[in-house]
C-alpha cells in the first residue's frame, strides 16, 4: 500500500502561482511513477503531469504545456507541481496518483493506470 497526502491548494488570482506537494508513505517510493490529475465541477477526472521513477521523463496534457512543472525529491518521497501564469479555467481538485513502474510511458496519460490515489486538494483560481 502507498498512502498519498496532497497540500499546497488555494484561492489565487489569475496570472498567480502555487506549488502542490504530494507526500507519500508506505512502500518504496521510487518504484512508482507518478501522475497528477484534476476534476473540475461537473467535469471528468483529466490528466495534467506525470513524472517516472526516476524523474528522467515527464509529460504534459496541452492545457499545461509550458506553465506548469512536475518534479520529484525520492529521498523526501515527495512530487511536486509547479504551477505558474494560472488561469481560471485551472480551478478544479487536483489529484496525485501512484502507479508502480515499469509500465508503457503513454499508458500514464490514463487515471485507469494507477494503483493509488491521494484525497485531493483544492485550486481556485480568481479572475
Known amino acids: 500500500q502507498v498512502q498519498l497526502v496532497e497540500s499546497g491548494g488555494d484561492l489565487v488570482q489569475a496570472g498567480g502561482s502555487l506549488r502542490l506537494s504530494c507526500a507519500a508513505s508506505?512502500?518504496?517510493?521510487?518504484?512508482?511513477?507518478l501522475g497528477w490529475f484534476r476534476q473540475a465541477p461537473g467535469k471528468e477526472r483529466e490528466f495534467v503531469a506525470t513524472?517516472?521513477?526516476?524523474?528522467?521523463?515527464?509529460y504534459y496534457a496541452d492545457s499545461v504545456k509550458g506553465r506548469f512543472t512536475i518534479s520529484r525529491d525520492n529521498a523526501g518521497s515527495t512530487v511536486y507541481l509547479q504551477m505558474n501564469s494560472l488561469k481560471p479555467e485551472d480551478t478544479a481538485v487536483y489529484y496525485c496518483?501512484?502507479?508502480?513502474?515499469?509500465?508503457?510511458?503513454?499508458?500514464?496519460?490514463?487515471?485507469?493506470?494507477?494503483?493509488?490515489w491521494g484525497q485531493g486538494t483544492q485550486v481556485t483560481v480568481s479572475s
Open positions: 508506505g512502500r518504496t517510493f521510487s518504484n512508482y511513477d
Open positions: 496518483a501512484a502507479a508502480t513502474r515499469g509500465g508503457r510511458s503513454v499508458l500514464l496519460r490514463l487515471s485507469r493506470t494507477y494503483d493509488y
Open positions: 513524472i517516472n521513477w526516476s524523474g528522467s521523463t515527464t
